[in-house]
């Protein structure tokens, strides 16, 4: 199953909330604050001064591979935003969704 978003409200109204109700449980959930925060930042219209455009760049330099080539050379200065480290209490696990996650992921 998916899901598709097709309106820029949608990611505020359902997607941002369904993953406050079910949190991530690993460093995507430090991905995800940080992509809320572009989120809130597009939706106050920030974007618009550049100030607000370079801190939705820098937040975007800092999900997943980094900045492409073509965005370091338009803005080589650009500094990735500060991703907090990430540390599960072992005790924040539920063995259910270990047991699930092991199932899937480790083939012995």
């Known amino acids: 199953m998916y899901y598709r978003v097709t309106k820029y409200n949608d990611l505020i109204d359902i997607i941002i909330p ?3 109700s079910y949190s991530l449980l690993s460093l995507k959930t430090i991905i995800f604050s940080n992509w809320v925060k572009a989120v809130e930042l597009l939706a106050s219209g920030q974007q618009k ?9 820098s937040i975007y330099a800092a999900i997943g591979r980094g900045p492409s080539n073509k965005i370091k050379s338009y803005f080589p200065d650009l500094v990735p935003a500060k991703v907090p480290e990430y540390n599960l209490a072992v005790a ?11 199932t899937i992921y480790c083939h012995f």
């Open 18 to 20: 369904h993953f406050y």
């Open 49 to 57: 001064s550049k100030n607000g455009f370079l801190e939705i760049l």
């Open 92 to 102: 924040d696990l539920n063995s259910w969704w270990l047991s699930g996650y092991l």
